[in-house]
């Protein structure tokens, strides 16, 4: 059974019907996975945290023109 490196979900996948190279969607956290084997199956994650957006650490750039208003912060928080 293939698991999904990212979130460990169990992928039922044949190996019969992938291919080296073949890029799949976890069905569950729907993350890209690239198979990188397939006897047996083995995928590895191509897509990396996409969600979380706010590092932007990598950008050493001066730019003036963005604007960062983080101090403003009293937007209420979603919690059910
Ligand atoms: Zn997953």
Redesign the pocket.
Known sequence: MTK?P????EIDLDEDEVEEGEILA?P????ELEVTQTHPVHVIVLSEDDDEDDEEEESEEDDDDEEEDEADDDSPEDEE
């Open positions: 999904c990212e979130c460990d979900a976890c569950e956290c729907d993350a």
